[in-house]
């Protein structure tokens, strides 16, 4: 069956600019999940959605950042006013529920910021 | 707040070689345990994982326990090969939480 995907796979952008980074789940998941990977921070939690439960914002690292879920499916990062830190490897996850539900990732959206 | 320490890398072994990946992790709450593998070019998949105490998950010839007593999930594998080379990242999850993540650790497997 479909997995998560992501697009775009590769982005290149200039210091300054908004992106959007989009995710769609696997379908009947509930929860939703976004991750960056970046050299020397790891896999960094940033937004989580579950349901129709308010998201869990705790991992945005600025207020530049921000994410929606519609319908309960596809997801939308954006970040705007892109800085050179914010080049990384943005992941999406999803399954069941949250905690020890196992969680599928899509194969991410490199984003670089020139 | 919950972390994941896992042993830095890389790891590189000859083929047949046993491996371990340290796993220690601090949680407030009874977290489940779980490996996740990133192979080159592909997305992160998961491995193997517990949800309990003294719990054993295994996948691929690969083995953590869930070890309360000294907060650690250590991955091993009796017989490594080529194909087994990889990221491998120790990851906790307590309740309705998501994933807390190690660094990772690069497996480097040469024939």
């Known amino acids: 069956g479909a997995g998560v995907s992501q697009s775009p796979s590769n982005k290149v952008t200039e210091k300054g600019k908004d992106v959007e980074l989009r995710c769609d789940p696997i379908?009947?998941?509930?929860?939703l999940y976004w991750y960056r990977q970046s050299l020397g921070q790891g896999l960094e939690f940033l937004i989580y959605?579950?349901?129709?439960?308010?998201?869990?914002k705790s991992g945005l690292p600025s207020d530049r950042f921000s994410a929606e879920r519609t319908g309960g499916s596809v997801s939308t990062l954006t970040i705007q006013r892109t800085q050179q830190e914010d080049s990384a490897v943005y992941l999406c996850?999803?399954?069941f529920g949250g905690g020890g539900y196992e969680q599928y990732f899509g194969p991410g959206t490199r984003l670089t910021v020139t | 707040g919950d972390s994941v320490t896992q042993m830095e890398g890389p790891v590189t072994l000859s083929e047949e070689a046993f491996l371990t990946i340290n796993c220690t992790y601090t949680a407030t709450g009874y977290p489940s345990l779980f490996w996740y593998v990133q192979y080159p070019g592909e997305g992160l998949q998961l491995l193997l994982k517990?949800?309990?105490?003294?719990d054993k998950g295994s996948n691929k010839g690969f083995e953590a326990t869930y070890r309360k007593e000294t907060t650690s999930f250590h991955l091993e594998k009796g017989s490594v090969q080529v194909s087994d080379s990889a990221v491998y990242f120790c990851?906790?999850?307590?309740?309705?939480?998501?994933?807390?993540f190690g660094k990772g650790t690069r497996l480097s497997v040469i024939a």
């Open positions: 379908s009947g998941h509930t929860a």
């Open positions: 990851a906790l999850s307590s309740g309705n939480t998501p994933l807390v």
């Open positions: 517990a949800t309990k105490a003294d």
């Open positions: 959605f579950q349901g129709n439960s308010a998201p869990d």
């Open positions: 996850a999803s399954s």
